[in-house]
C-alpha cells in the first residue's frame, strides 16, 4: 500500500482477480497497552464483507449484480411516513423467528421472507393498522456469536421441566452463553458488514444477499426498515483480539481519558467520532446502508456521546441522496436515538453533545424517559421494582411496597406523573402551556422530571415516546412487579393497552417493543442481553404462553430481585392465557388504526399543538388516574383507575360526540361500551381503558 501524502491516506489498486479474495492490512504501530512497537494483522474497519467469524476481511463491490437478490434494483417500498408520524416495532432478528414453529429459516434474515409464518402475519396485521416501521436491534457484524451454527453451543439442560420460579434455568443458560448463538449485538466488531450468525451460511456473500432480502421481505408486509446502529463503542481496543480500529491507528479512534486509558463509560471501549476519521466513518458507513441496502432508518445507541455535529453531519450525507443518483430518497430516512447525558461528556464538557436538549429542533427525535417513567412508576434503576406509578395502580390500586409511600405522597405523585403524561403527549415540547395539576399556567419546560425540565422538544418529531423497549423489564414485567398480585390477567391485558396508549396517542413518533401487544414477557430479566433465546426468543402463538414463568432471570443483573420475582413467578394466575393475550393485541391494533386515521395525531408544529390540544380538567380538581385530552375534534380518556370514571367536559355539553367507530365497533366489547350524555358534556369510561370519542 502507499501513502498519499497530502491525505494521509493509504491505498491499494489490486487486479480484478482479487475480487472475492480474503484480505487483512499488515501494519506495524506502537502500542501503548503493551508498550512496544507491535506488527498487527487486522481486518479492515471499512470492510464490506467477511469470512465467517470476522476472521478476514472480503474484496467485494457491493453494486455486483449477483449480489442483487430478484426485483432488488426496482424495490418498491411503503411510502415514506415522517418521522413525527412514525410508529415503530422494536425487534432482535433472532427473537422474531428462532421459535417461530411455523418459519422455514428460524433465526435468520430470511424468516422475514416467510410470508405465512405466525411472525411475519403479526407484522402485517400490524402494518394494516399503522405500524410503519420495524427498528432491528443491531444487525452488523458483531464481535460475541460463533458465526457457524456448528461451533454455537445450546444450553443442555430440560429447560421445560424446571419449576417457574427456579434458578435451575438461567444458570444452565449462563453456562453456554458466552458460546451459544444470541446476544442483543451491542458488540460492534465491523459497522458495514451484515452480521454473519443470522444468513444461511456465515462465510462469504449470503449475507450481503439475505440481508437486501429482509429488507425486501419487511417492505413487502408494507414496513420500512430502520436499523439501530452503534458507533458510540467498539467490542474491544488494544490489542484484544477483537479490537480492529485500535489495533491500527492506537489511541485516535477511542475515546481517551487524561491518564490515557479508553473511557468506557459507554460498557465499553468508547469511540471518539469528535475526532475528523472516526466521525467520517460513522457518516460513511450510515450512507452505505441507506444507499447498499435501502434502510430506512437509523437509530444511534447512545447517541448523547456523538458530538452533535457529527449527526448532523449524517443527516447532510443522507439529504444528499436521491432516487436518481443513488437510487434512495436520502430525505426521506429517518434518525433518532438515546439522548442521554452522562459520562465524560457530559454536560458538553468535550464537544456539544447529541443530547435530548442539543437536539431540539433538528427534525432528529430523542428518545423521551418522562412519560415512560411515570406510566410504569419509579425509575429502571429502583432497588424496589414495585413502586408504582399511572398505569400499575399508583394510589388507586396500591400494593403493599412502603417504597410507594403515604396515600397523600401517593396522590401527590400520581398527580405529578399525569402532568409529566400530559407533556409527553404533546410530543415533549417545552413551549406548550397548560394548567398543571397544583392550578398553574405552566410550559412544559416547567414541569419538572428529576431536576431536568420535562418539556424540551421544539417540535413534534423531537422526542420518541415509548412504554417498552429491550433494555430493562418488558412492560408485562414491570407491571407484574407493580400491580397488586391478585390482578387478574383481564385487568393485566387492559393496563397493558393503556400503558402502550399514553405511546401511541401522542404526538410525535412512538416505539413499543415487539411483542408487547401480547404481552411479552422476559420472565422479570432486565438485561437479557445475553439472555438467550430461552428468556428472549418471541412466542407469536398464544398457546405457547408469553414468556412469563420461565425461571428466575439471570443471576448477574437481576439476583437482587430475586425476592421479589420469586412468588410471582410461582403464581400460576400471573401467566395469561390466550383469552387475555389475543384481546391485548387487537385492542392495541384498533388504537394504530385510531392513530392512522385521524389527522389530529401528526400535527407539524408547535402552535398546531398549542391550538388543536387541550387537557380541560387539568387542575386542582383533576381526578387521580385520569387524563382527559382534547385534541381537534377528539376527546381522549385515559382512565388508569380499577372504577368507572365519568369526566364532565362543561363547555362540550350540547356537542355531539360519540364513541369512535374503530372502538365503537372494535375488538374490545367494554371499551365498547364507553358513552357520552350529550346534555351535560359527560364522558363515561370503563375501568383501566383508553377511550376515543370523535365529534359527529
Known sequence: MRRDGASGVWHVQGARSWAGKPYRYVVTVWAPTVRRTVTNKVTDPYSTALTADSTHSL????????????????LRKPAAVPLRQARIQELQIRDFSVEDRTSRHPGQYLAFTDRRSDGMRHLQALAQSGTSYVHLLPAFDLATVPERRADQ???????????????RQQDCVGKTAARDAYNWGYDPLHYTVPEGSYASDPQGTARTVEFRRMVQGLNRAGLRTVMDVVYNHTAASGQDPHSVLDRIVPGYYQRLLDDGGVATSTCCSGTAPEHTMMGKLVVDSVVTWAEEYKVDGFRFDLMGHHPKANILAVRKALDALTPAKDGVDGRSVVLYGEGWNFGEAANDARFVQATQKNMAGTGIATFSDRARDAVRGGNPFDADPRIQGFASGLYTDPNEAAANGTPEEQRARLLHYQDLIKVGLTGNLADYTFTDT??????GSQIDYNGAPAGYAAAPGDALAYADAHDNETLYDALAYKLPQHTGAADRSRLQVLALATATLSQGPALSQAGSDLLRSKSLDRNSFDSGDWFNALHWNCAEGNGFGRGLP?????KDKWPYAKPLLADPALRPGCAAITQASAAYRDLLRIHATEPAFGLATTAGVQSALSFPLSGKDETPGVITMRLGNLVVIFNATPHQQAQTVHGLAGERYALHPVQAHGADPVTATASYARASGTFTVPARTVAVFRHR
Open 438 to 443: 397544583t392550578g398553574r399556567r405552566v410550559k
Open 59 to 74: 474484496v467485494i463491490d457491493l453494486d455486483d449484480p449477483a449480489l442483487a437478490p430478484k426485483g432488488w434494483a426496482g
Open 153 to 167: 453451543q445450546r444450553p443442555d439442560c430440560a429447560l421445560a421441566s424446571y419449576a417457574p420460579d427456579s434458578d
Open 554 to 558: 439471570p443471576a448477574a443483573d437481576n
